[in-house]
């Protein structure tokens, strides 16, 4: 089948790193292959960062956040990568990617899993329908979650896996984005147009979570491209492709939908949006972006912005650095080192792009 590919692709490559400033190349050259990022997932437990490319397969980086270095953690099952989700407890990598028919130059994917891919990665199928655009791992109950044309899921991914259609009211729905909350049960959907919740204890019935937007227009034809939760102020994170970034209070209850754009476009921000990350301990929201529909002014207003106290004043800044202007990809966030990772196309640059990491200066010193 074919595999749909997230837009924010970009590529990996590099320098060597600098680890007093506040952004750092992670030496993505070390693996010799300049390939498109599509996703990363992050294992904090043992600092490992990995990237699914396309065309080159799963790649990881050990010790991400001090002393980096690439290999390669994949197989021939999969050279193309659209997703990835983790399970800590068990230290099992979920893959959801697969192959190009040289033939027909579709492509054929599944789901596969290994256990302790950092040291001696070992590939299993998990026989699922299909490959997927987005997965999300629900810790509590040992279940995966896919997203593709509706969402899917699977019990017991870990050994007799056992995938069942959750979609519902989203049968055969296009999903821009799908995460899990552990601590309130409930999984997010990003559509055209529309955001969806189900908790999941009681059943796996789909809530319309947009139908109390301020300006019903807010959503109207575009997708929800990244999506962020924070379960300790219970507020919703949405960035869309060309309307910015949109906040939700309490998306399981009254909804209160705020948006959290305008700042950011005044200081000549992006109005796309093609990841998020959230510190929920420190209540900062990093977004990656880009100008949606051309350039404005002398640069194009990309990178990576960060967003203080997102819930309330949502203060905006550029974080700065190499990526400043750049067409932003995939971001992973390292909650208790407090540092991102993300992939970007430096201006002006040939082959300027790289996994890039950024660790914020210390109070009172620049940020670029």
């Not at 995460?179 to 997010?188: E, M, R, V, W």
């Not at 960060?306 to 905006?316: E, G, L």
Request: a negative charge.
């Amino acid at each position: 089948m074919l595999i749909v590919v997230l837009a924010s692709a970009m590529l990996l490559c590099a320098a060597g790193c600098n680890p007093k400033a506040a952004w750092s190349d992670t030496g993505g050259d070390q693996v010799g292959v300049k390939s498109v990022v599509t996703c990363f997932v992050y294992d904090p437990t043992h600092d490992i960062l990995y990237a699914g490319t396309e065309g080159e397969g799963l790649w990881r980086c050990t010790k991400a956040s001090t002393s980096p270095h690439w290999s390669y953690a994949g197989n021939r099952l999969f050279d193309t990568v659209v997703s990835l989700a983790y399970d800590p407890a068990r230290s099992i990598l979920y893959v959801s990617g697969g192959v190009k028919d040289t033939v027909s130059s579709d492509y054929k994917g599944g789901v596969w899993r290994s256990k302790n891919p950092g040291t001696s990665p070992n590939w299993v199928d998990t026989h699922s329908p299909s490959a997927f655009v987005d997965m999300a791992y629900d810790r509590s109950q040992n279940t995966l979650y896919a997203a593709a044309a509706g969402v899917w899921r699977c019990s017991r991914p870990d050994s007799a896996a056992s995938w069942s259609d959750a979609g519902g009211e989203l049968k055969s729905v296009g999903i821009d984005s799908l995460i899990y909350d552990n601590a309130s049960h409930t999984l997010f959907a990003g559509t055209t147009g529309v955001l969806w919740a189900s908790t999941l204890d009681a059943d796996l019935h789909w809530h319309n979570i947009t139908t109390t937007l301020n300006s019903p227009e807010d959503f109207s034809g575009t997708s929800a491209s990244a999506l962020a939760y924070d379960s300790k102020r219970d507020v919703l994170y949405v960035g869309t492709p060309g309307t910015g970034v949109r906040r939700c209070a309490n998306p399981r209850g009254a909804r209160v939908w705020t948006s959290i754009e305008r700042i950011l476009i005044s200081r000549n921000g992006p109005n796309a949006v093609s990841s998020l990350g959230l510190d929920p301990v420190r209540d900062i929201l990093y977004m990656g972006g880009y100008e949606a529909g051309g350039l404005l002014g002398p640069h194009p207003p990309g990178g990576v912005w960060r967003c203080v106290k997102p819930d309330t004043a949502a203060t905006w800044s550029s974080t700065g650095g190499p990526l400043d202007g750049s067409l932003i990809g995939p971001i992973a966030y390292d909650i208790g080192r407090g540092v991102l990772f993300t992939t970007g196309d430096i201006r002006g640059v040939e082959d300027g792009q790289g996994v890039w990491r950024y660790e914020p200066p210390a109070p009172g010193k620049p940020g670029r």
